[in-house]
């Protein structure tokens, strides 16, 4: 029995949330092989609500960067950033003009006037709405276990600096970057699964296609990244599929003999 590990976001699906049909029937198919595949997503858990990823009977889902665990609908495992250091980043935040999501196990939290002038926080507020609070005037109802903060045109390298001790940054070009809490990552919550399962890293997958995937790559057996991945991804893959809509998770499957 292998363990199987799947980002969303350009692995599962597209930029449209269109899942091919060929990855379906891969998944259904390890599953028939008796094998158990998971999740394992930068989003946070309020932000995976697709009945469609869910219909694919995921054993577990593994959330925001590793920052939260669930296997078979029980919750192992939720790192929520401590008061004074939200209250401290999200000041930085302010200071240095960079937009941001606070991104929660149950809500996400932005300005909505800010976020809205960028085309990512456009889409958050039009796909989230029910789930999105507000960050000013309501900071006893913060709850969070990472942040993604817009950084075109700012001085983010200084952010960084200042807040190494606390975070892992996960940098996406010159657009976007993941605060994610120190001693959490993809790779830290596959290994927790892991020491659960008693399963030997050998036989451990993973499929990733971008910068938030480097730890799980690293860290797996085997480390397989999408054709349509960035550059920095595929440096760190032991395999490298056909794009999504190529039948890249599929074909990956039949060349590992999963199915």
Known sequence: ?????????????????????????????????????????????????SEELFSLNFDGVLSGCGTHIEYHGEELLYKKIDDELLARSVQMFYDYKMPMV?????????????????????????????????????????EASKFSIL???????????????????????DIVMEAVPKGYSK?????CICDI???????????????????MLDFV???IVMGNGTDVAKAHA????????ADGIYNACRHFSLI
Request: charged share 25%.
């Open 102 to 142: 606070m991104e929660g196990r149950d809500q996400l939290f932005m300005d909505a006037d800010i976020i809205s002038n960028d085309a990512y926080g456009r889409f958050l507020l039009e796909v989230m709405g029910a789930y999105i609070q507000p960050i000013r005037n309501n900071q006893a109802g913060w």
């Open 151 to 173: 950084i075109g045109g700012t001085k983010y390298s200084e952010v960084i600096e200042a807040l190494k001790d606390d975070y892992e940054f996960l940098v996406h070009g």
């Open 221 to 223: 057996g085997t480390g």
């Open 197 to 215: 399962l008693n399963a030997d890293r050998s036989e451990t997958y993973a499929f990733g296609d971008s910068a938030n995937d480097l730890d």
């Open 187 to 191: 790779a830290t919550a596959i290994a």
């Open 238 to 245: 032991d395999y490298v599929t056909d794009d999504i809509h």
């Open 1 to 49: 029995m292998a363990l199987i590990f799947f980002d969303i976001d350009g692995t599962l699906w597209d930029r449209e949330n269109v899942i091919p049909d060929s990855t379906k029937t891969a998944l259904h198919m390890l599953k028939a092989n008796g094998h158990q595949i998971f999740l394992c997503s930068g989003r946070t858990r309020v932000f995976i609500q």
